[in-house]
Nanobody, 124 residues
Framework: QVQLVESGGGSVQAGGSLRLSCAASGYTASRHCMAWFRQRPGKQREGVASIDGYGLTAYANSLQGRFTISEDDAKNILYLQMNNLTPEDTAMYYC??????????????????WGQGTQVTVSS
């Protein structure tokens, strides 16, 4: 059973930066995909960024350039570097994973495993 534990959330002022981490354990397949999703207040959960089994990344169009996803394969840790944050980035951020597939689209129902989430609050 894959387990995901997020950390790194917190409160920051607009224009600031945060780096989220997601520690993964329990992988049994040779390849996996991981992603970050977020749920803003009053809105549905949405994809933020993903990284596939070959290290290729994809981003939500509105976030590319400010957010960077990366993975430390040796440590099984997923990161999300978030720069120039705005109040509209306030959300619960979730780490997600699916194994045994080299690529999946950045769509919620493609991911089998989820973390509990870490809250990011950006004040103006």
């Amino acid at each position: 059973q894959v387990q995901l534990v997020e950390s790194g959330g917190g409160s920051v002022q607009a224009g600031g930066s945060l780096r989220l981490s997601c520690a993964a354990s329990g992988y049994t397949a040779s390849r996996h995909c991981m992603a970050w999703f977020r749920q803003r207040p009053g809105k549905q959960r949405e994809g933020v960024a993903s990284i596939d089994g070959y290290g290729l990344t994809a981003y939500a169009n509105s976030l590319q350039g400010r957010f960077t996803i990366s993975e430390d394969d040796a440590k099984n840790i997923l990161y999300l570097q978030m720069n120039n944050l705005t109040p509209e980035d306030t959300a619960m951020y979730y780490c997600a994973a699916v194994e045994g597939r080299p690529w999946v689209p950045l769509v919620e129902n493609e991911y089998a495993y989820w973390g509990q989430g870490t809250q990011v609050t950006v004040s103006s």
